[in-house]
């Protein structure tokens, strides 16, 4: 079982910047991809951004050139950080991840974490 736990989020202005963390744990041999996921209530969740093992990135039109997606491979953690926030950037954010358990996995499982909330209001 792998638990992902994401820390960062809060209330802030707009324009205002916030870093949002992922830490993944548990039984892990390897992490392909993990992502950023945005959900506000009664629409459906959105992609945010991704980030390969390899560090190959893709943003949604909507974050580009305000938010930046990193990862430690060795801590299996993922970041983002969100400068340039806006009201329409409020929204549950969730932590995704594709992990390989053992050596020998022959797929990857797929794991969320709980979310975290982002509020940007002034």
């Known amino acids: 079982q792998v638990h992902l736990v994401e820390s960062g989020g809060g209330l802030v202005q707009p324009g205002g910047s916030l870093r949002l963390s992922c830490a993944a744990s548990g039984s892990i041999f390897k992490i392909n991809v993990m992502a950023w996921y945005r959900q506000d209530p009664g629409k459906e969740r959105e992609l945010v951004a991704t980030?390969?093992?390899?560090?190959?990135?893709n943003y949604a039109d909507s974050v580009k050139g305000r938010f930046t997606i990193s990862r430690d491979n060795a801590q299996n953690t993922v970041y983002l950080q969100m400068n340039s926030l806006k009201p329409e950037d409020t929204a549950v954010y969730y932590c995704y991840a594709e992990v390989a358990p053992y050596i020998n996995s022959r797929s990857y499982v797929r794991y969320w974490g709980q979310g975290t909330q982002v509020t940007v209001s002034s």
């Open positions: 980030i390969t093992s390899g560090g190959r990135i």
